[in-house]
Nanobody
Framework: QVQLVESGGGLVQAGGSVRLSCATSERTFSNYHMGWFRRAPGNERECVAA????????YYEDSVKGRFTISRDNAKKTVYLQMNSLKPEDTAVYYC???????????????????WGQGTQVTVSS
């Protein structure tokens, strides 16, 4: 069982920035694709960003392109989500997820991922 622990959420004003972190003690962290999802009140959970195990491939949901950056540090077993130019509509619970790579991997769907963190709240005030 891979345990993922998110941190870095909180309350921020519109236009501000937040960096989320997701850490694990899993020794094979570098083998996993990683994703950040969010669920806003009344909405389905959606993938906002993902990164391949090597870091060479990334995915961004259209509404966050140019504002959010996903990165990973395999030595620290941590994945990050840098969120800039935040908007009130970015308010959500943000979840980190880990996936065992498969032959045809779809980064932006929940069922691709095997392990989930508990989530961290990000609230953007207008």
């Amino acid at each position: 069982q891979v345990q993922l622990v998110e941190s870095g959420g909180g309350l921020v004003q519109a236009g501000g920035s937040v960096r989320l972190s997701c850490a694990t003690s899993e020794r094979t962290f570098s083998n996993y694709h990683m994703g950040w999802f969010r669920r806003a009140p009344g909405n389905e959970r959606e993938c906002v960003a993902a990164v391949s195990s090597s870091g060479g491939t990334t995915y961004y949901e259209d509404s966050v392109k140019g504002r959010f950056t996903i990165s990973r540090d395999n030595a620290k077993k941590t994945v990050y989500l840098q969120m800039n130019s935040l908007k009130p509509e970015d308010t959500a619970v943000y979840y980190c997820a880990a996936a065992v790579p498969s032959g045809v991997f779809v980064f932006n769907i929940e069922r691709s991922y095997n392990y989930w963190g508990q989530g961290t709240q990000v609230t953007v005030s207008s």
